[in-house]
């Protein structure tokens, strides 16, 4: 168990134990290493600082995991610790797709509109029957808020974590085509000395 436990507010050690007593209540010979593991994750979250994460996030993030996690101090350090990850790969993410997002969107719609279905039935004015096929643009499906989006074009406004998630849906066949075109635009970048403007 820690020694330094006078670094432990009176108030905190307390909630600290009411809680374990009331979990493991069948179990008491856990009281003391549940009470340990909660004293260690309180201590971590006090001192807590990750590298490229600014202080107002981890405050903002620790404020959240209190409201989410009262009084459990390891579910409140690993709420912490995953929402300091998501804004590191959100940050990176945005480093790495921000410059080259507009060209992404263009190529996408270039793509998108070279669909073909010779089966539509193509009538004009009055009924008239003016043969079969058509061109169309394809739909393209992001995830929002966990549920499935489906649009008919792209905007620009569009951040990068919502575009990578941007795929075509073949039946059960799905085609993740931004990350599948950041994957191309790297390769003419590294092979072919492709020079992109950041997209303004």
Known sequence: M??????????IMTSIKKRIEQIWDDEPEMHEDMIEQEIEAYQDL?????????????RDLMADAERE????YS???????????RYLYI?????????????L??????????CYNQN?????????????GRSFRYPITFIVEDKDDKRWNVSSAVDAETLMTGRYKFGS?????????????????AEYNLHVERSK
């Open 2 to 11: 820690h020694s330094e436990l006078p670094d432990i507010p009176s108030a």
């Open 46 to 58: 006090q001192s807590l600082e990750i590298e490229s994460v600014p202080d107002k996030v981890l």
């Open 69 to 72: 996690h009262p009084s459990d």
């Open 75 to 85: 579910e409140q350090r690993e709420f912490v610790q995953n929402g300091a990850d």
């Open 91 to 103: 940050q990176q993410l945005n480093e790495k797709v921000g410059p080259i997002k507009e060209l």
């Open 105 to 114: 969107i263009r190529i996408e719609d270039i793509i998108a509109n070279e």
């Open 120 to 132: 539509i039935q193509n009538y004009g004015p009055g009924g008239i029957w003016e043969g079969e």
């Open 173 to 189: 066949n799905e085609l993740n085509i931004f990350r599948a075109l950041v994957k191309v635009v790297e390769m003419l970048q």
